[in-house]
């Protein structure tokens, strides 16, 4: 397995990317505008929960460590400040992941249902040309994978906000703090870009090839008995081995490859709260800043260790979304359909006679299905239509 050593461009996979997402969100407007927003208030809780640390930090702990305080003094504005962000936080979350998940699950059902209705509008002639087991591929993998991006992209979208929160934060704080949190940030949303980029060829491959076994599979199943009778068990479970074995090595590729990037990420958030630490300590004793400031800005930096992940979770999905839809898409464009003459129909209660006159049909030009085919068949008569294979019966029914 050989996967494209070229990636494209950031412009192709992100402006790619935010298409699919705008097109999904236009459809479900509500059900996004609820999760962003239940993202947004999980945002400022943890923006509010590290500042309340703060506060506790310097008027409570520092207070009856130090000057002796009693504990008594402080112990209800201290409960009732962690109570009331742990609340906040907790309806955020119920907020943003039903939210999501509706999003998702609408955009889903939707999806799956545009593509029915459109193959039922499509000619016989372009079944033909399909793998069904690529066609159940794309109805079932390749519009779960599309919209795989909607779940996390609220939280993401949150955790966006608060990353700019978490810089502004820390600048109010103190401008080099701001600095420090603003290029570290930076780095990591840049390492996690070029992961998108760097495993969007890879995912491509892996959506075809699952079309690839899905349809070998398909096709074992639909030939089970000629195969048996014609003594090919071992060709045909050779290729749908080969077929499986190419995928899985695309798997393995594409997770070898993630998590090599995943654990970079892991390791620079800590290295970004450890140069704060250190510059926090110097502007302690220059005396610009408390240390309840520096406590703040690293719990901070503590809560956002998961968080900022969720941005390279989203381009990760964004990424593998996009060789989904395109796939789903190629289906949607087909054009072609069945093209109906103007006469209507007119229902009418009971039986009713069937009357033609040298009816051709044809699916492709020159091509006859169909030729001067001659139909009287009185109201509530039973008719058989039978033939050889290949003569028209199905075509002459429908």
């Not at 209800?76 to 998702?104: E, Y």
């Not at 810089?167 to 949303?189: E, H, P, R, S």
């Not at 077929?243 to 490859?257: H, K, N, Q, T």
Request: charged letters at 15%.
């Amino acid at each position: 397995m050989t996967p494209d050593p070229t990636p494209p461009s950031a412009r192709a996979v992100l402006g790619g990317g935010l298409r699919i997402v705008a097109r999904f969100v236009k459809a479900r407007p509500w059900s996004f505008t609820s999760a962003v927003t239940g993202a947004a208030m999980f945002a400022a809780s943890i923006i509010a929960s590290s500042a309340v640390i703060g506060w506790i930090t310097d008027s409570a702990i520092i207070p009856i460590l130090n000057e002796g305080e009693p504990a008594s003094d402080h112990i209800l504005g201290v409960v009732l400040a962690v109570v009331g962000v742990a609340l906040w936080r907790a309806a955020a979350i119920v907020m943003r992941r039903t939210s999501a998940g509706w999003l998702q699950l609408r955009n889903q059902q939707d999806l799956r249902r545009k593509l029915v209705e459109h193959q039922m509008e499509l000619e016989l002639s372009w079944f033909g040309q399909q793998s069904i087991g690529n066609l159940l591929s794309v109805a079932d993998n390749d519009t779960e994978r599309s919209t795989g991006v909607l779940a996390p992209l609220p939280y993401a979208t949150g955790v966006s906000l608060l990353v700019v929160g978490t810089v502004v934060l820390l600048t109010l704080l103190d401008i080099w703090l701001g600095v420090v949190a603003l290029c570290g940030m930076t780095l990591i949303v840049f390492v996690e870009v070029r992961a998108a980029i760097t495993l969007y060829p890879a995912w491509e491959g892996i959506q075809t090839q699952l079309g690839v076994v899905t349809g070998v599979a398909h096709e074992s199943f639909d030939g089970a008995l000629t195969i048996k009778s014609l003594g090919r068990e071992e060709m045909e479970t050779e290729r749908l081995r080969a077929a499986s074995e190419e995928l899985r090595d695309r798997g393995i590729y594409v997770g070898v490859r993630w998590e090599t990037y995943r654990t970079l990420i892991v390791v620079l958030i800590p290295a970004v709260s450890m140069v704060v630490l250190w510059v926090g300590a110097l502007r302690v004793d220059a005396g610009a800043i408390s240390p309840g400031d520096i406590v703040t800005a690293l719990y901070l930096l503590s809560l956002l260790t998961f968080p900022i992940q969720l941005i390279a979770f989203v381009l990760f999905d964004m990424a593998a979304s996009i060789p989904g839809w395109k796939r789903v898409e190629a289906v949607l464009e087909a054009d072609q359909r069945v093209v109906y003459g103007p006469i209507q129909a007119v229902l009418e209660g009971g039986a009713a006679p069937v009357d033609s006159d040298a009816v051709d049909f044809s699916y492709e030009p020159g091509q006859a299905v169909l030729s001067d085919v001659v139909v009287d068949i009185p109201a509530g008569r039973t008719v058989a239509v039978v033939g050889p294979t290949g003569s028209g019966k199905t075509t002459l029914t429908l």
